[in-house]
T-cell receptor, first 113, second 116 residues
């Protein structure tokens, strides 16, 4: 079945450092890909999305490009802030699982001042 | 934008109590809603798909009689944890897709359930 694999955390960075969180997927068909962010004690918020190959999703300085050839959707940010500390989930919809969202395990990010 | 409201945000109750959690779509209609369970420092586990006007679809291993789901209107789904026990303590999150096709989910803020 469909699956999403994320790099294990936690990831600890200093403020203004460059962030990469790797995400690869396995899916049949043509899924849409998403990054969600979860702050402590809260639900998930959509961070960005891409619906087809080579699409780049971006929001709040975060970017991710849908790479069909490598089945990847890595999250990047050029300069992280303390307020970016959260758990980030890579997810897909619309592969073999229909309209269910398939989540990765999540990657916890700590940003130090 | 689309908002999903989940209530209550925190529940503490005694073992054996039944607890109802509500999930509302505030400015859109949701024929489908999803219920997830999240253990500490883990990902979301899909429990069931709630379908307006019909029975919920449960994922394998989820007890239907334990986790009752009702989706009586296009804006409200409820999850009732029946005869809750300490092992049911968890963070429960609902979500609803906005629009058709491969649309992202909009999530409630979650309900932290603690059974004493």
């Amino acid at each position: 079945g469909d699956s999403v694999t994320q790099m294990e955390g936690p990831v600890t960075l200093s403020e203004e450092a460059f962030l990469t969180i790797n995400c690869t997927y396995t899916a049949t068909g043509y899924p849409s890909l998403f990054w969600y962010v979860q702050y402590p004690g809260e639900g998930l918020q959509l961070l960005l999305k891409a619906t087809k190959a080579d699409d780049k999703g971006s929001n709040k300085g975060f970017e991710a490009t849908y790479r069909k050839e490598t089945t990847s959707f890595h999250l990047e940010k050029g300069s992280v802030q303390v307020s970016d500390s959260a758990v980030y989930f890579c997810a897909l919809i619309g592969g073999g699982g229909g309209f269910k969202t398939i989540f990765g395990a999540g990657t916890r990010l700590f940003v130090k001042a | 934008g689309a908002v999903v409201s989940q209530h209550p945000s925190w529940v503490i109750c005694k073992s054996g109590t039944s607890v109802k959690i509500e999930c509302r779509s505030l400015d859109f209609q949701a024929t489908t809603m999803f219920w997830y369970r999240q253990f500490p420092k883990q990902s979301l586990m899909l429990m069931a798909t709630s379908n307006e006007g019909s029975k919920a679809t449960y994922e394998q291993g989820v007890e239907k009689d334990k986790f009752l789901i009702n989706h009586a209107s296009l804006t409200l789904s409820t999850l009732t944890v029946t005869s809750a026990h300490p092992e049911d303590s968890s963070f429960y999150i609902c979500s609803a897709p906005v629009g058709q096709g491969n649309q992202p989910q909009h999530f409630g803020d979650g309900t932290r359930l603690s059974i004493l």
